[in-house]
């Protein structure tokens, strides 16, 4: 089945500053890839996807970059603020129906 | 558009009972995932529902369980519980049948067996 490994597991950065957060992948069948932050007390927030055929996806200060050739896809946060502190999840989904594997997590945290 | 409900968001149970937990998947979405997830192994694939069918299924034992109603509603069920089954269960929905769409989380339901 499909395996997503995510680094860094934490990540600390100044206010301002840029985050970059990497995923890979072991299924080339998946085409689906999603990104979430997640909150203390709140379910994963889909905040930025991409598919298979889309080499880059940019929405203000997120972008998600994926090369398939590598089976690896990233998360781009630029000019961080505060309460861009969260825990953030990357995923893959293919054939499997609706199915999504998530990588680990990332704490981010961002110092004022 | 209200986003996605779970009922209850928390819930007690004791070593051997069983609980059911409830979701309402955004309006007009017809497809309904589960997902368990723990500090140790992270978020897991439990069940999708699509037309009251389930259409995958994660790599849990049986004493986890679903099904999804005609409204789109679903429920999961887990029966003889275990301590391990502690965890915050999450439901999300998807707006399309078709494979690879986003789905959208609710809040969870957070169980502590004891």
């Known amino acids: 089945g499909e395996n997503v490994e995510q680094h860094p597991s934490t990540l600390s950065v100044q206010e301002g500053d840029s985050a970059v957060i990497k995923c890979t992948y072991s299924?080339?069948?998946?085409?689906?890839f999603p990104w979430y932050k997640q909150e203390l007390g709140k379910g994963p927030q889909l905040i930025i996807d991409?598919?298979?055929?889309?080499g880059e996806k940019k929405d203000q200060r997120i972008a998600v970059t994926l090369n398939k050739t590598a089976k690896h896809f990233s998360l781009h946060i630029t000019e961080t603020q505060p309460e861009d502190s969260a825990v953030y999840f990357c995923?893959?989904?293919?054939?499997?129906?609706?199915?999504?594997?998530f990588g680990g997590g990332t704490r981010v945290l961002v110092k004022p | 558009k209200a986003g996605v409900t779970q009922t209850p968001r928390y819930l007690i149970k004791t070593r051997g009972q069983q609980v059911t937990l409830s979701c309402s998947p955004i309006s007009g979405h017809r497809s309904v995932s589960w997902y368990q997830q723990t500090p140790g192994q992270g978020l897991q694939f439990l069940f999708e529902y699509f037309s009251e069918t389930q259409r995958n299924k994660g790599n849990f034992p049986g004493r986890f369980s679903g099904r999804q109603f005609s409204n789109s509603r679903s429920e999961m069920n887990v029966s003889t519980l275990e301590l391990g089954d502690s965890a915050l269960y999450l439901c999300?929905?998807?707006?399309?049948?078709?494979?690879?769409?986003?789905?959208?989380f609710g809040p969870g339901t957070r169980l502590t067996v004891t």
């Open positions: 299924d080339s069948a998946s085409n689906y």
């Open positions: 999300a929905s998807t707006p399309l049948g078709s494979l690879g769409s986003e789905q959208y």
């Open positions: 995923a893959a989904s293919g054939a499997a129906g609706n199915k999504l594997t």
């Open positions: 991409i598919r298979s055929n889309v």
